[in-house]
């Protein structure tokens, strides 16, 4: 991993509305993974770094909060205007330091900006509720109100998307926001937060700190810190939802997954095959709505594979900025050799390898983080490979005799993000949508990732706290409940009663 010859970027803070230098003394390298060169130096905030972050989101919030929704949709609407001029500029971040393919960036610019859209609507999002004579002469109203500061911590495979499902609804709705992004690719994340400086955006309504375990547990502990809205694995999620929790926050932290998808014998087998390779191996499967498990019902299973496998071969692989390349690298050289290692010992535990990307290499690139694709066959749940959360480009077929014994599957998996059905039978999808435990159902659709206006979340351990993200439960989220009851008395009323207050 040499960096001789090459200039590394110094990545900085952004903190009430403008670039800080780290001054915590600690620092982390930033690699391009389709050479496994670095390519910048990442400042770890500090305690004290956080501290001033959330020291300017408090205060920029309460003068916020009073903006009108003329003024913060006149800032959206031009945030959204930036995003736009920007989009191939922020897709080249995320290539450069996450790997996946450049349409596959520019799609995730794409899928997070529908959220800036989505709140450039707030004025509408935001009407509150209004009840006329309840009582006599008295009258009721329901609004929402900002919760105050809003802290985001996000993973490494969506690094523009992710924040986005987040702190552009958050402002909108009248927080401010300190966002904390993954330590591996900050890059895209950093530059969507200058451009909402330069979009209007009051300073310090939305921060930006990097760092690590010490900058996270101080955000799930500051007094000032009011939410969290957080999106990576499993266990980080529980520990951030349980730490967050015991400070008196409100979280919502969305989690790891193992997405089944259903193939009845009935289905057109061509496009499911289509869908199975393009959900699994897309952005090398670090997704956490990738197809990671094939249920195939008997008797399709055999055929079903053979397409997969013919496809899986074709596939190009190579890095992210070349066009030709339909998957990159994984994110780094030890999650490389993590989902490596799941193939042989599959093949250990009796899964049948049907395709084997292990030993992939791309020439000229051979310090890059690459491997190829992987198809497993004859899968059963208590192999690691189909336990655990792989995030890479392996593929788990697990044969089923039936529906229920398919549904029973997926049903018994300890996650539940999203799932998806392939059939031509309108009753089976319809009985799946209501049988099946998960929060987002595709029918027909391998990767069912819900529009702006609806809400994107998961159930059981994909999801910790109760709240989704984005659509309804996004403005729920971020704002508070207030209730308003009014009377405007007669002349004639009044005395005194001590009596519970009765609707007449
Ligand atoms: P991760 O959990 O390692 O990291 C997520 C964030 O938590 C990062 O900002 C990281 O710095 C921070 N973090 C990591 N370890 C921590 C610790 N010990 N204490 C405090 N903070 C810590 O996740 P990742 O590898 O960046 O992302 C991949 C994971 O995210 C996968 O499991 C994937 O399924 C999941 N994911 C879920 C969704 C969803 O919507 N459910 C979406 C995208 C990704």
């Not at 409940?481 to 009014?486: D, F, P, R, S």
């Amino acid at each position: 991993m040499g960096t001789e010859g090459m200039a590394i970027q110094h990545i900085r803070h952004w903190i009430d509305g403008k670039a800080a230098e780290g001054t915590s003394g600690e620092f982390q390298a930033v690699t391009n993974p389709a050479t496994g060169a670095q390519t910048g130096r990442l400042p770890l905030a500090s305690v004290d770094e956080v501290d001033t972050a959330v020291a300017s989101a408090a205060g920029a919030q309460r003068e916020w909060a009073k903006s009108s929704l003329a003024k913060r949709t006149q800032v959206l609407f031009k945030y959204r205007e930036l995003l736009d001029r920007h989009r191939e500029e922020i897709a080249e971040l995320i290539t450069a330091e996450h790997g996946k393919v450049r349409s596959d960036a520019l799609g995730e610019v794409a899928r997070g900006m529908e959220i800036v859209e989505l709140a450039c609507g707030i004025p509408q999002l935001l009407k509150g509720e209004t009840s006329t004579e309840v009582s006599s002469r008295v009258d009721v109203e329901s609004i929402r109100q900002p919760v105050g500061v809003v802290a985001g911590i996000t993973p490494f495979n969506f690094p523009a998307m992710v924040p986005m499902w987040m702190f552009p609804l958050a402002i909108a709705c009248g927080n401010a926001f300190v966002l904390k992004p993954s330590e591996k690719d900050p890059s895209a994340t950093a530059r969507l937060v200058e451009l909402a400086t330069e979009a209007g955006l009051a300073d310090g309504v939305l921060n930006l700190v990097h760092g690590d375990k010490v900058a996270v547990d101080r955000l799930l502990t500051h007094p000032d810190v009011d939410a969290v809205s957080f999106v990576g694995s499993t266990p980080i999620a529980q520990y951030v939802q349980q730490t967050a929790v015991a400070h008196g926050k409100r979280v919502q932290a969305l989690a790891g997954a193992k997405n089944h998808m259903l193939v009845l014998p009935d289905a057109d087998l061509d496009q499911a095959a289509d869908a199975a390779v393009s959900a699994a191996y897309g952005s090398a499967g670090e997704r956490c709505m990738a197809v990671s498990v094939v249920v195939a019902v008997d008797p399709i299973g055999d055929e079903l594979v053979g397409r997969i496998a013919e496809r899986a071969r074709n596939l190009r692989i190579g890095p992210g900025d070349q066009e030709s390349s339909e998957m990159g690298p994984l994110v780094t050289a030890e999650h490389r050799e993590k989902v490596a290692s799941y193939v042989p010992q599959a093949r250990e535990q009796g899964a049948e390898v049907v395709v084997d990307g292990t030993g992939y290499r791309v020439p000229g690139h051979e310090d890059g983080f690459f491997v190829g694709v992987s198809l497993l066959d004859k899968v059963t749940p208590d192999m690691d490979a189909y336990a655990d959360e792989i995030f890479g480009p392996v593929l788990c077929v697990v044969r089923a005799g039936s529906y229920e014994q398919a549904l029973e599957l997926i049903n018994s998996s300890r996650w539940g993000n999203g799932t998806a059905i392939f059939t031509r039978d309108g009753g089976a999808a319809r009985r799946f949508q209501l049988e099946v435990e998960a929060g987002m159902v595709g029918v027909n659709v391998p990767i069912p990732v819900p529009v702006g206006t609806h809400s994107f979340g998961g159930w059981k351990d994909s999801l910790f706290g109760e709240h989704h993200m984005y659509g309804t439960d996004g403005i729920r989220f971020y704002t508070r409940g207030k209730v308003i009851t009014t009377r405007w008395p007669d002349p004639s009323d009044g005395g005194v009663d001590l009596g519970f207050p009765q609707n007449t």
